[in-house]
């Protein structure tokens, strides 16, 4: 997904350059994006001058004109978030209070409220986010990446890159049997990212680059009631808490949970259901544990260990390491689809920045 948005991005803004997307798969799109909730996020949870906070925000409405422009399909359903019981309005005012100062549009419910929203949800409070949707992801990557195509880019599928090179000017990017050299590497290896920054000998615990991966599972949900919007819980250490979700066929599910893991590895059990199930039932107290059925998961690229506190998205031109025109992006994980075409800008910014510099080294 970021990888697509990048080139769809870049080559809209320098039609003249000749740009190569690696893709170490038989096609793109089968690892962390094809295997998130599909959620538009409105940027609710981020302090506000975060990278998550603030490319969440933007991309959000650049993600919503988009869809318009380029029919891909989407749903601004809305959300609503609930403290389950008297004990956790706290919490949720809090969120209240960030989601404002972030500038987000949202709106206190009473119970009532919740009820007519949600009908079948228990909650002892909401809080509405009108602008948060849903989207299909997979026909937003096939719109980067038949945009970038159009604008020239060449898509190299089954092209591990198992080694990045510094070379006076250039980098040389080796492939199993073929080398490219190019002025700019961007990396968005997404879980693989800190793996390709390590390339170029770029010492990834100094720079806080080491990956952490987090394994998020969803069950599918018989759908004995129709909801119209999202239901999320109050957010957890690791990731949003086990919400309600559908697509837009209409299947819902929830998930994702989180768990810490050292190797990636996307086979699913039924393990978790009875969790699921003890999760889901504080605000949806009419399931049954036979409600619930695996379904898929996907794995976060955590740059935050586990108990610690927030981690930003890192999104870094290399020039004050010595590695100019290397750009890494690691750690994007949730909310980077909704973020994806606002990094795209981001990194074309970070291009142009690149060029200059160089130029100006150059006299
Ligand atoms: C459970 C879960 C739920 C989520 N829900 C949401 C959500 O609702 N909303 C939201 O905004 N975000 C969500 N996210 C986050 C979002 O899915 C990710 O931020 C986004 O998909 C990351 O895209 P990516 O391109 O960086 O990573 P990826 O999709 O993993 O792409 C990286 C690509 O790089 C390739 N690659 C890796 N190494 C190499 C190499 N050496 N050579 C060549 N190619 C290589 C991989 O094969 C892969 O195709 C969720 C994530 C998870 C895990």
């Known amino acids: 997904m970021i990888g ?3 080139a769809s991005e870049l080559s809209a803004a320098y039609p003249e350059l000749s740009m190569v997307l690696l893709e ?41 004109e988009y869809c318009e422009l380029n029919q891909i399909n989407y ?7 609930i403290a389950v019981d008297e004990n ?22 009473t119970p009532t409220q919740v009820q007519k929203r949600v009908p079948g ?3 002892a409070a909401g809080v509405w986010s009108p602008d948060t949707g849903i989207i299909d992801s997979h026909g937003l990557m096939y719109a980067y990446c038949r945009r970038a195509r159009e604008q020239g880019v060449s898509l190299l599928l089954k092209a591990p890159v198992v080694s990045i090179r510094k070379l006076e000017q250039d980098y040389l990017v080796k492939l199993p049997g073929e080398s490219i050299k ?6 968005a290896a997404g879980l693989y990212s800190d793996q390709v920054a390590a390339m170029p000998a770029l010492d990834v615990d100094e720079c806080g680059y080491r990956l952490y991966y987090c394994r998020g599972e969803y069950y599918r949900l018989r759908p004995r009631r129709y909801f119209e919007h999202l239901v999320y ?29 050292d190797r990636i590895d996307y086979q699913m059990d039924d393990k978790a259901q009875e969790e699921f199930y003890q999760s889901a039932r504080r605000y949806l107290p009419w399931l049954e544990i036979d409600d619930l059925t695996p379904d898929y998961c996907g794995i976060r690229p955590k740059l935050q260990a586990p108990g610690e506190a927030f981690r930003d998205f890192i999104i ?3 020039s004050d390491r010595g590695y100019g025109g290397f750009i890494n992006l690691i750690g994007m994980e949730s909310p980077g689809l909704t973020s994806s075409l606002a990094v795209g800008r981001y990194v074309t910014e970070l291009v142009k920045q690149s060029f200059i510099r160089e130029n100006q080294v150059d006299g």
């Open 121 to 123: 949800v228990k909650a």
């Open 182 to 187: 190019s002025r700019i590497v961007i990396n």
């Open 75 to 81: 749903r601004r359903c809305g959300k609503v978030i």
């Open 233 to 261: 819980p109050l957010p957890e250490q690791a990731g949003l808490g086990i919400h309600l979700t559908f697509d837009l066929n209409g299947g819902q599910r929830l998930g994702p949970d989180f768990c810490y893991v």
């Open 4 to 6: 697509l948005a990048i």
């Open 316 to 318: 870094k031109e290399e």
């Open 88 to 109: 956790e309005i706290h919490q949720l005012e809090r969120v209240f209070v960030q989601g404002q100062t972030n500038g987000v549009v949202l709106e206190w419910l």
């Open 24 to 64: 170490k798969n038989d096609n793109y799109g089968q690892e962390t994006s094809s295997r998130s909730s599909e959620v538009i996020h409105a940027g609710i949870y981020y302090p506000e001058t975060s990278l998550k906070g603030r490319l969440c925000r933007q991309g959000n409405r650049m993600l919503y």
